[in-house]
């Protein structure tokens, strides 16, 4: 794939609970600066019923009001404003922290979700979270 990579981290293991908690990390491995505006990212997740979700950035190094969420039935995508600025070369976006609920609060089963590993606990390149730059998957694998 291209020089962009996605790094994870679960930011809460328990796989049974009423938050999916993903922490993510976009990095620059290539040459050039790359407008973060040009990005998405696409979470998995299984909403184990039908109610709508909620979603909120906790923390963002570049800002969590630059950080749009827009759900589907089978992933979150997070897209980014022209304010969210660029990732230089050899930089990254650092955290990236998203919490998501259904509005009723009931509880997840995040076992067989795509994206959700609890034993990744610290920033790891991990591709069953997609990314893509003007459209087009430059990195993941997507289910």
């Given at each position: 794939m291209g020089n962009l990579a996605v790094q994870y981290r679960a930011g809460d293991t328990n796989a049974t609970d009423n938050q999916i908690r993903p922490?993510?990390?976009?990095?620059?491995?290539g040459s050039s600066v790359v407008n973060l505006s040009?990005?998405?990212?696409r979470y998995y997740f299984s909403k184990d019923g039908g109610q709508d979700m909620s979603s909120w950035i906790d923390w963002a190094q570049i800002?969590?009001?630059?950080?749009?969420?827009t759900f589907t039935d089978t992933y979150v995508e997070l897209s980014f404003t022209n304010a969210a600025g660029a990732i230089q070369a050899g930089g990254q976006t650092?955290?990236?922290q998203l919490r998501m609920s259904k509005n009723d609060w009931t509880n997840f089963n995040e076992a067989n979700d795509?994206?959700?590993d609890p034993?990744?606990?610290?920033?790891?390149n991990w591709?069953?979270?997609t990314l893509y730059q003007n459209g087009t998957l430059?990195?993941?694998i997507e289910p």
């Open positions: 922490q993510l990390n976009i990095k620059n491995n040009e990005l998405k990212v800002g969590g009001n630059n950080i749009n969420r650092g955290d990236v795509y994206s959700f034993t990744k606990t610290s920033y790891t591709n069953h979270i430059v990195w993941g």
